[in-house]
T-cell receptor, first 114, second 113 residues
């Protein structure tokens, strides 16, 4: 099991609420990622970070925002949730360096917006 | 645009049989990785094959890479019920080693006991 954690695992909320999905890792990895995955579908990168104070948007446009104040912590925030945000959100991290390394994934947060 | 495409989308076999999944991609890569995802869980890394490698083994897994055809295959030998999961290929984003991966649609494997 990878040392990367996500909370909550499941979240059901009403439209318009502000939510923060937590992701933390204890492996000292510089690179962290957020993916969005609908059931039975591929993963889409929505945010990534190369290190503290570094955040970039991914390939899939998302209304969410992220922050990276500490190496181990990469939270994702939705200011006003909508039903279209219903999905599974996966956080991952990988080792520093130029070469692509394997990514370690958290268990995911399944978000349902009513 | 999607980099990796996999086939078949779904595969159902009996325990003990071999399972083969294929992945095709569109642009040049530095490496290709395979991941497994159990239902409702995160992904687990299985194997990484570099662009200058043609074949790699890990336990019951065998991965091949054909860069001329821009394709890869994952073979699981002597499958077990516990191998039931979705399998994804992932390629690193060209043109440089950014660490970002692009995932295929995945193959859902069911191994019947």
């Amino acid at each position: 099991e990878a040392d990367i954690y996500q909370t909550p695992r499941y979240l059901v909320i009403g439209t318009g609420k502000k939510i923060t999905l937590e992701c933390s890792q204890t492996m000292g990895h510089d690179k962290m990622y957020w993916y969005q995955q609908d059931p039975g579908m591929e993963l889409h990168l929505i945010h990534y970070s190369y290190g503290v104070n570094s955040t970039e948007k991914g390939d899939l446009s998302s209304e969410s925002t992220v922050s990276r104040i500490r190496t181990e912590h990469f939270p994702l925030t939705l200011e006003s949730a909508r039903p279209s945000h219903t999905s599974q959100y996966l956080c991952a991290s990988s080792k520093p360096g130029l070469a692509s390394h394997e990514q370690f994934f958290g268990p995911g947060t399944r978000l349902t917006v009513l | 645009s999607q980099q990796g495409e996999e086939d078949p989308q779904a595969l159902s076999i009996q325990e003990g049989e071999n399972a083969t999944m294929n992945c095709s991609y569109k642009t040049s890569i530095n490496n290709l990785q395979w991941y497994r995802q159990n239902s409702g869980r995160g992904l687990v890394h299985l194997i990484l094959i570099r662009s200058n490698e043609r074949e790699k083994h890990s336990g019951r897994l065998r991965v091949t890479l054909d860069t001329s055809k821009k394709s890869s295959s994952l073979l699981i030998t002597a499958s077990r019920a516990a191998d039931t999961a979705s399998y994804f290929c992932a390629t690193d984003e060209p043109p440089s080693n950014t660490g970002k991966l692009i995932f295929g649609q995945g193959t859902t494997l069911q191994v019947k006991p």
